[in-house]
């Protein structure tokens, strides 16, 4: 199974601030790679696939990258509603698997 | 306009058997990829099973021999059969849409979970 790690399980920042959450995976996985946001007691959102697509209706303040195994999801200004958890997932092979999450708190 | 609507969720004995049900709304489920996941209450996701277009279906090794996913096409809702309980199957479980394409597991719309608590 292919294993997807992100480096921080929580982070803070204020609102404004630029955002970076990184995710590895464990082989390569091409650029099979997508990204969630979740808030307490809803379902997950999906707001980039394929490592670096923003997914329709999901603000552009919102950008992904990858290099090799590495990948970076971006929040350019940080906004009140984006205090959130965030995980990537590679849908490269099955089994689909996650990332365990980075939690964006309020500084 | 999509929407998942999960069904079925409930406390239930180790063991136990329960069956889960994801109505389906705006799109058709067989012309996709649609999939279990898992949240266990404050916990990450964990990917459950998938049913292709086409028929086939995969599972994770956690439940593979335990829970069967199956879809009715007449009604547009996928279905998810859990035997053989057990207490680390307590979670919130989420249906999810992927759109067919290759290697195409990004779920671009999820239903709002429905809770399975395996206890005694």
């Known amino acids: 199974d292919i294993q997807m790690t992100q480096s921080l399980s929580s982070l803070s920042a204020s609102v404004g601030d630029r955002v970076t959450i990184t995710c590895r995976a464990s082989?390569?996985?091409?650029?099979?790679l997508n990204w969630y946001q979740q808030t307490p007691g809803k379902a997950p959102k999906l707001l980039i696939y394929?490592?670096?697509s923003l997914q329709s209706g999901v603000p552009s303040r919102f950008s992904g990258t990858a290099s090799g195994t590495d990948f970076t999801l971006t929040i350019s200004s940080l906004q009140p509603e984006d205090f959130a958890t965030y995980y990537c997932?590679?849908?490269?092979?099955?089994?689909?698997?996650f990332g365990q999450g980075t939690e964006v708190e309020i500084k | 306009d999509v929407q998942l609507v999960e069904t079925g969720g409930d406390l239930i004995q180790p063991g136990g058997s329960l069956r889960l049900s994801c109505a389906a709304s705006?799109?058709?489920?067989?012309?996709?990829?649609m999939s279990w996941v898992r949240q266990v209450p404050g916990r990450g996701l964990e990917w459950v099973s998938v049913?292709?277009?086409?028929?086939?279906?995969y599972y994770a090794d956690s439940v593979k021999g335990r829970f069967t996913i199956s879809r009715d096409n007449s009604k547009n809702t996928l279905y998810l059969q859990m035997n053989s309980l057990r207490a680390e199957d307590t979670a919130v479980y989420f249906c999810?849409?992927?759109?067919?394409?290759?290697?195409?597991?990004?779920?671009?719309?999820w239903g709002q979970g429905t809770l399975v608590t395996v206890s005694s």
């Open positions: 705006g799109f058709t489920v067989n012309s996709n990829y």
């Open positions: 049913i292709y277009s086409g028929g086939s279906t």
């Open positions: 082989q390569s996985i091409s650029s099979h």
């Open positions: 999810a849409r992927a759109p067919p394409q290759v290697r195409g597991g990004r779920f671009d719309y």
């Open positions: 997932q590679q849908s490269y092979s099955i089994p689909w698997t």
């Open positions: 394929a490592a670096s």
